[in-house]
């Protein structure tokens, strides 16, 4: 008798009801945004060079894939924003994160730390204001800079925006200090802790050939990736790689190949600490000390100009000036102690890279990743098949 009345109850039980064709494709696709939007995070990333400032390491069109792993992944400081948009929606234009919400910085731990020669993808440190109206070719402090008071909020003709660090335009750059290096750059060679930095074999630099009046064969240059730009009938500038300005210098053609150097001396405003106390300019710099997590700097008139951004922005102190004295936190200083690690970041297309030499550190939180290889390259200027540059796909990143 009771056998039955479980087999009758049982009998009545409904069979699950199917999911709908358009149920079953919602939970796929929000399955796959989840999925990728943990891989991003987490694991693996892809990038496009924009720019030139990597040539001949990394050419305009290079489409790369960045870890995440190696340096740690950092986890989001801006939780909530919208799936695969990085600062800006692509068609309206609109703010693609809400900043309502700010976590502590924290990152997970990595299989190595940066190292001297790693090519890293980091967010731009002057990127945290932005002037919408010129931001594709120069940044809010450059403006400053150039034209003082008539670049500020409320001056109509400009629309600020600030973004959080996570939020901020993504930079790839080769990694040539570590923190607690100190740095220097004499006649364009960069010397650490006293010893000369072994540049990229694709660094380059500008270079002045001066010849016997006897053209180039355009091909060879082509097939090398060298533009020779003619200032005269006899002298071409060209950016070079130190291999290509050796072999160069054997053509019969050639009389003198020289490297094109500011003078020592020579100070450039655009160049960090942008402060005529430091007479630097992009070729000759330095020396400074970058800042390492634990290190004490006495704060006085030589060091402020130089550390005054990382404490006050980066480090997130209220930084207070009265007279020669100097306030952290209302209290008065005469020294700080860093919190995180500082880089120092340039590009191997060495005389046409925006990079630390104009805007200082980079911090240790605004770093993204690691870049590990190219996995399409796409050349613009080319047509049908040359279009794509098949010696670079799966090209590791050295």
Request: charged share 25%; with cysteine.
């Amino acid at each position: 008798m009771s056998w039955k009345f479980w087999k009758k109850n049982s009998d009545k039980k409904k069979p699950a009801k199917k999911k709908s064709a358009a149920r079953e494709w919602v939970d796929a696709i929000v399955f796959a945004v989840v999925a990728a939007t943990l891989i991003r995070g987490l694991f693996i990333e892809a990038y496009t060079i924009p720019t030139g400032s990597m040539e001949k390491s990394l050419l305009i069109g290079d489409f790369l894939f960045v870890s995440k792993v190696n340096y740690g992944a950092r986890m989001p400081i801006t939780p909530v924003a919208f799936p695969f948009a990085h600062h800006t929606m692509p068609l309206t234009g609109t703010k693609a994160y809400w900043d309502g919400i700010q976590w502590k910085y924290r990152r997970l731990p990595g299989l190595s730390e940066i190292k001297r020669g790693d090519v890293v993808v980091f967010n731009y440190p002057e990127g945290d204001t932005v002037v919408v109206e010129t931001q594709e070719s120069a940044s809010y402090y450059q403006l400053v800079r150039q034209m003082g008071r008539a670049v500020t909020r409320g001056n109509p003709g400009y629309t600020f925006v600030e973004r959080p660090v996570d939020k901020r335009e993504n930079y790839i750059k080769r990694c040539v200090g570590i923190a607690g290096d100190t740095l220097r750059i004499i006649n364009a060679q960069i010397y650490l802790n006293g010893q000369a930095f072994e540049d990229s074999k694709t660094s380059q630099n500008e270079y002045l050939v001066t010849t016997d009046g006897t053209d180039f064969n355009r091909v060879t240059l082509e097939e090398m990736g060298i533009v020779a730009t003619a200032i005269s009938t006899t002298e071409y500038g060209m950016k070079l790689t130190r291999e290509q300005s050796e072999l160069i210098k054997t053509w019969g053609n050639v009389k003198s190949v020289t490297k094109q150097n500011k003078q020592p001396g020579q100070y450039e405003s655009a160049v960090f600490p942008h402060n005529a106390k430091y007479n630097w300019n992009e070729d000759n710099f330095g020396p400074l000390i970058i800042p390492k997590k634990g290190w004490t700097v006495k704060l006085d008139s030589t060091t402020l100009p130089i550390y005054k951004r990382a404490i006050q922005v980066y480090e997130g102190n209220k930084w207070e000036e009265r007279g020669t004295d100097v306030y952290i936190n209302g209290v008065k200083a005469t020294s700080y102690t860093f919190k995180m690690n500082y880089y120092w970041m340039m590009g191997d297309n060495r005389d046409d890279s925006l990079d630390s030499r104009f805007w200082g550190f980079v911090p240790e939180d605004h770093v993204v990743g690691k870049a590990l290889f190219v996995w399409m390259s796409w050349n613009e200027s080319g047509s049908f098949f040359s279009k794509i540059r098949w010696n670079r796909i799966f090209m590791g990143i050295h």
